[in-house]
């Protein structure tokens, strides 16, 4: 419970400050004629958007299993970050068919000290909230609040490129008067929207790929191989590994060749030993095994994950299968030696 309440603090966090972002760019680029500051508004209304996406999914994807989702509703947070994605696009999509406009009939910018001075604030207050939901997001395990991170994220860099253009503006009015540098309040803002395009695609590919069930990363396979591997001589292999990721829950199937002299209570032990393993390291996942005798009959797809030495295969089809541990703990004395 408290990690759930973590999480929407966070995203709470999150509404607030684009609240109150929106409404200040809104009027300072209405008040100075500012496109690139409006452009901003539009890049702080979609975070708003995709705030309370967040907030929405983060209290959804928390909800236990039920009848209706047997898995749980940990792919909320995927598709809310994949929706948030496409908003973006679509902002990104506005500001540059409104600087474009722009960039045909430019229109001066009125006081662009005042555009600085919000584009300053707004980088304090993103940066500020950004690195409090990636650090909860990270350790919660949140995709929706790590999305919702990042697009806070883009939003800093953006607004530094909006404030460095005003501010050149502002400077050139005094330097240089007779310089027309209008210019360049539309072409930072065609700057903003190729940031945040590249902001979007990196998002979507990033949240819509758990939604096709691709396998966990080659760090966690790599550990969780492992993990089987080390479990001790009772496990002659594996096979038939499998794994997805929906939301911050995880999902681990696979298959335990073990020694068929085993009761079943045995390997049920080593089965749960093995699970216990696996959810300490990676809390929320749901761990299936499969168990099977090591009869000696050596398949492809056994062999791939079998952990006895050519040798010790060979002598195990002969006694088919009868004293595998006592051949596994043979290999495990000889490499200890």
Known sequence: MDQQKRKERAALLSVAANTVMVAVKVV?????????????????????LAALIALFSVKISNRPADSSHPFGHGKVENVSATVEALL????????????????????????????????ALSVVVNWSVSRRLLKVGKEEDSLALIADAWHLRTDVLTSLGVMVSLAAIWLG?????????????????????????????????????????????????????????????DISGFHDLR?????????????????????????HAVAKDLSDRIKGRFPH???????????????????????????KRAEARRQGGADTAGLMRNDHAGERR
């Open 88 to 119: 973006i696009f679509l902002a990104a999509l506005w500001i540059v068919w409104e600087a474009a406009d722009k960039l045909l009939s430019p229109r001066p910018v009125e006081t662009p000290a005042w555009g600085v001075a919000v584009m």
């Open 173 to 233: 009015r005094v330097f240089f008067p007779r310089l027309d540098l209008s210019w360049m309040d539309p072409a930072a803002a065609i700057a903003v929207a190729l940031l945040i395009f590249k902001a979007a695609y990196d998002l979507t590919i990033h949240s819509a790929r758990d939604l096709l069930d691709v396998p966990l990363p080659r760090k966690e396979l790599d550990w969780i191989r492992g993990a089987i591997v080390g479990q001790g001589p």
């Open 243 to 267: 794994t997805r990721k929906a939301g911050p829950s995880r999902f681990v199937e696979f298959h335990l060749k073990v020694n068929p002299s085993l009761s079943v209570k045995e390997a």
């Open 28 to 48: 300072t680029g209405l008040m100075i004629g500012s496109l690139s500051v409006l452009s901003e508004a539009a890049h702080s209304s979609v975070d708003l």
């Open 285 to 311: 996942t749901t761990v299936t095994s499969h168990i099977e005798p090591c009869d000696g009959e050596c398949t492809p797809k056994c062999l791939a994950g079998c952990l006895l030495s050519e040798e």
